[in-house]
């Protein structure tokens, strides 16, 4: 039963996406106490295992964000302790977070995705890799840490991308740069639901910014799109969680290109293993319009956690 399972809710960490990770932690903490859980919340360090061989929880519910908590080690880790937790397990947490393998795999499947190189950082500083427009971002990094648009017509390369102190290690991805409206689908279990549109707000594109500050980006749910298309982002987002080997809930995003010239592309651009879960998230918006409370929301990926996922 609920009241007797007790979930240690791993949070912060050391990634670019700490802060990130504090929030959405503390908003899941609060969630499964209210629906009758017994939580510790766990600050990640370096001495996570310690700390876990010590709390004892009988799941690990894993807010993290970013390296280490997103690409397959923590959850290496839970599985040599023996400890069931949520979301994604080991290998499709790390293919899913190397955005060019998770291509690949996307493409094989028949979801479409962005023409694309992968490259060093100086090379991609020197010469433009791809006419312009085009984005250039890490290959393994979420929240839009470190993604450089690159407009139509300019002259050269981001000159960041040449910094000392260049945070995001040193492969990027460059990416055609596809306009349009930005849309993205949760998925819970093997069900996808409801599509979002989301529209920033005094920003270019949906970065850290729009994607994390209050009131920084609009969300429409459900999309004011065709049902056909709104159907085709549901079914391309559930392919995409299956084809990764995604477990638990997930979240795709795409671009819509409905212009004339874009003749409707609708492209994934990535499926994200550990989306945000704060007051301002899109999957915590998304799965109450199919029904689901935060609170069951929370409850439903407790119930879920496993080994060897």
């Known amino acids: ?32 106490e209210r629906a009758g859980y017994r939580v510790t919340r766990v600050d990640v360090g370096r001495d996570i295992a310690e700390v876990l061989t010590r709390v004892k929880p009988d799941v690990a519910f894993n807010a993290l964000h970013g390296p280490f908590g997103e690409d397959g080690c923590i959850q290496g880790l ?25 291509k690949a795999v996307m493409k094989s499947a028949g979801i479409p995705v962005a023409a694309h190189k992968v490259l060093h950082r100086l090379e991609a500083g020197k010469a433009h890799a791809l006419p312009p427009p085009y984005v250039a971002k890490p290959v393994a990094e979420g929240s839009s840490f470190g993604v450089l648009i690159v407009r139509e017509g300019a002259e050269h390369p981001p000159q960041e991308l040449f910094r000392d102190d260049w945070p995001y290690g040193d492969t990027v991805m ?19 639901l409801g599509v979002t549109e989301v529209m920033p707000k005094g ?49 795709a995003d795409f671009r819509f ?6 003749g409707g592309e609708l492209i994934c651009l ?16 998304i799965a109450a319009h ?14 879920n956690a496993s080994c060897g996922r």
């Open 290 to 303: 199919a029904g689901h409370s935060f609170e069951e929301l929370t409850s439903w990926m407790v119930e």
């Open 257 to 262: 290109d409905e212009q004339p010239t874009g």
């Open 78 to 102: 839970l599985e040599i302790l023996g400890i069931p937790y949520t979301h994604s397990g080991v290998a499709s947490s790390a293919l899913a977070m190397d955005k060019e393998k998770a």
């Open 1 to 32: 039963m609920a009241d007797t399972k007790h979930v240690a809710v791993l949070m912060g960490g050391w990634s670019s996406e700490r802060p990130v990770s504090l929030n959405s932690g503390e908003g899941c903490a609060g969630a499964l």
């Open 203 to 251: 920003h270019g594109f949906y970065d850290y910014e729009a994607k994390y500050a209050p009131g920084g980006s609009q969300h429409v749910l459900p999309a004011e799109i065709s049902p056909f298309v709104y159907q085709e982002v549901q079914k391309l987002s559930l392919r995409a969680h299956q084809a990764l080997g995604c477990k638990g809930v997930t979240r």
């Open 174 to 192: 460059v990416e055609r740069y596809i306009p349009g409206r930005e849309l993205t689908c949760a998925v819970m279990g093997n069900v996808a």
């Open 270 to 285: 990535e499926v994200n293993t550990q989306p945000g879960m704060t007051e301002t998230s899109l999957v915590p918006e």
